[in-house]
Structures are given as C-alpha cells and as structure tokens.
C-alpha cells in the first residue's frame, strides 16, 4: 500500500460535523513551505495547529508518538492531551510525547514559528508506514482508522478546550 493510498482523504466530515472548523495547509501530495504554512495560520485565527505525519525508518518500529517545541510553555499538555486521546481511539503503542530538540533541526519548523503566536501546536506521528504489520493493526479499511484517529483528535481538543 503506498503512502498517497493512506494519508490523502479530502474531506474530513467527521470533525466538521463535531463543529471543529478544519483548515488544510494541502489536500495533496505536492509541498507547502513552512513559511506559508505559518501564514495560513495567522491569516485564519486558528485555535490550534495539528501536523499530521506517518512515521518511517525501522520496518520493526511501531506507535504513535506527538512532538511539542520545547521552548513554548503550554505546548506540552496539548501534545500529552492528544497523544492520550489518538492513542486510546487506535489502539497503537504509545511511544510517548517528545519536545522537538529530539528531532533532526529544522525538521519541526511547524512547531516552532511564529513564536509571537499563543496557539498550541502539536505534530503527531500517527505510526511507522514503513512497517506493514503495524498499518494491518490499525483496523482495515484505512478509512475506519482514519476515522478513529479523527475519534482521537476530536476528544483529545475536547479535553483540551474543555467542550
């Protein structure tokens, strides 16, 4: 199964109808610089920022981890709030929430800029596509398991916000 397979549904009625106003930095596989990803942003009073990522290296590796940028207080409940919530709504390993000096620099820019902005931010690592047996635990068709992370996004801005 190829990535494009896995990570591209358009649509995304499950958070809509829940009444969360979802904005896309892209909808496709092509690139967005971070610098026009931070725009975005800031041009559409967001609430929150959730980068969504399928995790590789090892085909032995598997969970789902969430990043947070170490120097911006508050990030760290908003990506242990989500990682508990999408964890529990897969079913995945949880390897845990790690401050993005754990990351290769420069890798999590999302996290980190504009530094002036209060919204939290969080970058989860959904679980490793490069091993096949941890992508069949996630509950075939990938559409369901898209669902039950939305499930897990959801409840975990739920708990976030407190509504």
Same mark, same amino acid.
């Given at each position: 199964?190829?990535?494009?397979?896995?990570?591209? +549904?358009?649509?995304?009625?499950?958070?809509?109808?829940?009444?969360?106003?979802?904005?896309?930095? +892209?909808?496709?596989?092509?690139?967005?610089?971070?610098?026009?990803?931070?725009?975005?942003?800031?041009? /559409?009073?967001?609430?929150?920022?959730?980068?969504?990522?399928?995790?590789?290296?090892?085909?032995?590796?598997?969970?789902? /981890?969430?990043?947070?940028?170490?120097? +911006?207080?508050?990030?760290?409940?908003?990506?242990?709030? *989500?990682?508990?919530?999408?964890?529990?709504?897969?079913?995945?390993? %949880?390897?845990?929430?790690?401050? %993005?000096?754990?990351?290769?620099?420069?890798?999590?820019?999302?996290? +980190?800029?504009?530094?002036?902005?209060?919204?939290?931010?969080? *970058?989860?690592?959904?679980?490793?596509?490069?091993? /096949?047996?941890?992508?069949?635990?996630?509950?075939?068709?990938?559409? /369901?398991?898209?669902?039950?992370?939305?499930?897990?996004? *959801?409840?975990?801005?739920?708990?976030?916000?407190?509504?």
């Amino acid at each position: 199964m190829g990535a494009n397979q896995i990570i591209h +549904r358009g649509d995304y009625p499950y958070l809509t109808n829940a009444g969360v106003d979802v904005v896309m930095t +892209r909808t496709s596989d092509t690139a967005v610089g971070i610098n026009d990803r931070w725009q975005k942003g800031q041009n /559409e009073k967001v609430d929150a920022v959730i980068s969504i990522h399928w995790n590789g290296g090892s085909t032995t590796a598997n969970g789902t /981890e969430t990043y947070y940028a170490q120097t +911006r207080s508050g990030d760290k409940s908003f990506a242990q709030t *989500l990682q508990t919530a999408v964890v529990a709504a897969l079913g995945t390993k %949880d390897r845990g929430v790690l401050d %993005d000096t754990k990351a290769a620099v420069g890798s999590l820019g999302v996290l +980190r800029y504009p530094s002036g902005t209060t919204y939290p931010r969080a *970058l989860i690592e959904v679980e490793y596509i490069t091993n /096949e047996a941890a992508l069949a635990n996630l509950d075939y068709p990938m559409y /369901e398991a898209s669902l039950d992370f939305a499930a897990g996004v *959801l409840n975990g801005l739920k708990n976030y916000f407190g509504n």
